[in-house]
């Protein structure tokens, strides 16, 4: 029953299942780095070609390059601060599966504690001219220090101490899920350990980079 004896559905018609493109929630970003975000289309069939739109804070982050995928890039806007657009195609053929559309580079220009909404909107083709159905799920970016965890503004040697002290219990463990738990946890395995006080030990002898990936 509804109160207002109305009701609204959508409706999709179409040869493709639902494809969806799916931006990271809880992205944390460096100030002073440079990130690649992939904008990749899950679960995809007979894809020919594409458009991307995406916005975002302008004075969190912009964008310096486009890098195209296997459909490849024949037009694309950087210009404009707080979004990028962009758009390929193939002459012949279509991509099925996962297919990453294009890899942006973001330049960090926020400072700690900035965040931006990722917002985006796509069109996807296959190779008849058909519309495939696409599913977007929108992102967040945070402007944190990885591996600061005791807060001071810079990622050292105290820093691996910190951790170890909370890994055998001489101090207590940042809350799951907060800030400074995201800053701590640079292994991403969604607790605090031992692993995350290696890490930034590596990275203070230069094995590791600002987002603690292998030199």
Do not use: C, W
Not at 56 to 83: C, H, Q, W, Y
Request: hydrophobic share 40%; aromatic share 6%; proline share 5%.
């Amino acid at each position: 029953n509804f109160s207002n004896n109305n009701a609204s559905a959508r409706v999709i018609s179409s040869d493709h299942p639902l494809s969806r493109i799916e931006l990271p929630t809880n992205l944390v970003l460096v100030p002073g780095t440079t990130y690649d975000l992939p904008i990749t289309v899950q679960n995809v069939e007979n894809l020919a070609a594409y458009n991307i739109d995406l916005t975002f804070n302008g004075s969190v982050v912009s964008v310096t390059n486009v890098t195209p995928g296997p459909l490849g890039i024949i037009a694309k806007n950087i210009d404009e601060p707080g979004r990028v657009r962009f758009e390929g195609a193939v002459a012949s053929g279509g991509f099925s599966g996962d297919i990453t559309l294009g890899i942006i580079r973001f330049n960090v220009t926020g400072k700690i504690g900035d965040t931006t909404d990722l917002k985006v909107s796509a069109g996807l083709s296959d190779g008849n001219g058909l519309p495939i159905p696409v599913d977007v799920v929108n992102g967040r970016a945070d402007v944190l220090l990885y591996g600061d965890a005791n807060g001071d503004g810079r990622v050292d040697q105290a820093d691996t101490l910190k951790v170890l002290r909370q890994v055998v219990g001489l101090e207590s463990k940042p809350s799951a899920g907060g800030m400074m738990f995201r800053v701590t946890d640079v292994t991403r395995n969604g607790v605090i350990d031992v692993g995350d006080a290696m890490f930034i030990a590596q990275y203070n002898v230069g094995l590791k980079d600002e987002y603690f990936r292998l030199k």
